[in-house]
């Protein structure tokens, strides 16, 4: 049954539908995972097996269903579409489907004959970089549309996008610009793209932490040092005030506190609470941080909020 709906094998499917115990309704499972649960007609859409589908609708009266339609655009015969159409309104799952195909014909006209939407995101897990094209065309938000693209991974698209009026430093879902999404992928090639575009490399982020600052937290060295070189601030605060020298004492990275002062970082930066890097090491009994903040000349004098200095969190690790 699977071969002669598969090849449209008229003559054998006929022989089969001859036997006594032939069921026109029969839901088979060959295995397959798009036809697990499809009847004989649903199968035949698929296949676009336009002779073995006219013949079970004339031969058994066989219903049309929403199933048939829609995996009549996978199918591709014009016949069965055509038929289907006759009996079943289509929607947006018909619309799925024809981005499933990547036939952009068909969804061309579900958008102009039926007046049905592309969904963007069914483009991106589809990967039909034509159905995204059009519906860029339709969208009325091209800051979305920009977003939406990261997904495609096409150098050209996104100047394309920024040169057609994209604002490269909009922000998305979760406050992020497509810089800060290139950052979290650690996408080099991209990311130079967008600071090329002219993407802001010091944006904070709902919680103030910079594209430089994911780069460092995720020990992206190559990342961090475009960044720099791109005019990032490594003094930026993010909402409690730690700048990026506060993050290296607490990840215990002596490699990326000596990158940061290197670069301009300000040794004794206070944070809300008005704790230095070197008052976070000692507090943190980070001997080790500590002896390298202070050999690069961090204040020792220096106190927090509450008047503690490096004595009063010395004096309480001895007690």
């Keep these: 049954m699977f071969k002669a709906i598969a090849y ?3 003559k054998s499917f006929i022989s089969i539908t001859e036997s006594d115990d032939f069921d026109e309704h029969q839901m088979t499972d060959w295995g ?6 499809y009847s004989l007609l649903e199968k035949c859409c698929y296949f676009g097996a336009v002779q073995c589908f006219k013949y079970l609708i004339t031969e058994f009266e066989v219903v049309i269903t929403k199933r048939c339609l829609e995996l009549s655009f996978l199918g591709g015969n014009a016949d069965i579409m055509s038929k289907c159409f006759k009996k079943i309104e289509p ?10 195909s990547h036939n952009i014909d068909f969804i061309t006209f579900l958008m102009y004959e039926k007046q049905l939407t592309i969904d963007v995101n069914d483009c991106i897990y589809y ?3 034509k159905a995204f094209l059009v519906h860029f065309d339709q969208a009325n938000d091209i800051n979305e549309i920009l977003f939406h693209s990261l997904s495609f991974n096409i150098l050209s698209l996104y100047k394309y996008l920024v040169h057609q009026g994209a604002n490269i430093n909009a922000k998305g879902n979760g406050e992020k ?3 800060q999404y290139a950052v979290e992928r650690n996408n080099i090639e ?11 490399v010091n944006v904070q982020l709902k919680y103030g932490r910079t594209a430089f600052i994911n780069a460092m937290n995720q020990n992206y060295k190559e990342m961090m040092e475009l960044l720099i070189e791109n005019g990032a601030d490594v003094n930026i605060r993010d909402i409690w005030g730690a700048t990026a020298l506060h993050y290296a004492v607490q990840q215990n990275s002596k490699e990326k506190i000596e990158f940061l002062l290197s670069n301009g970082a300000q040794i004794d930066a206070k944070d809300k609470e008005g704790f230095t890097a070197l008052l976070r090491a000692i507090e943190k009994d980070n001997i080790e941080m500590f002896e390298l903040l202070y050999s690069h000349g961090a204040d020792i004098h220096s106190t927090n909020n509450n008047e503690y200095n490096v004595l009063h969190f010395a004096a309480q690790k001895i007690s």
């Design 8 to 10: 449209d094998d008229i």
């Design 32 to 37: 397959i995972y798009l036809l697990d649960r």
């Design 91 to 100: 929607d947006k799952e018909c619309m799925k489907y024809a981005i499933i």
């Design 127 to 129: 990967h039909n970089l």
């Design 177 to 179: 610009t497509v810089l």
């Design 190 to 200: 991209i990311a130079q793209v967008f600071i090329s575009l002219g993407a802001d």
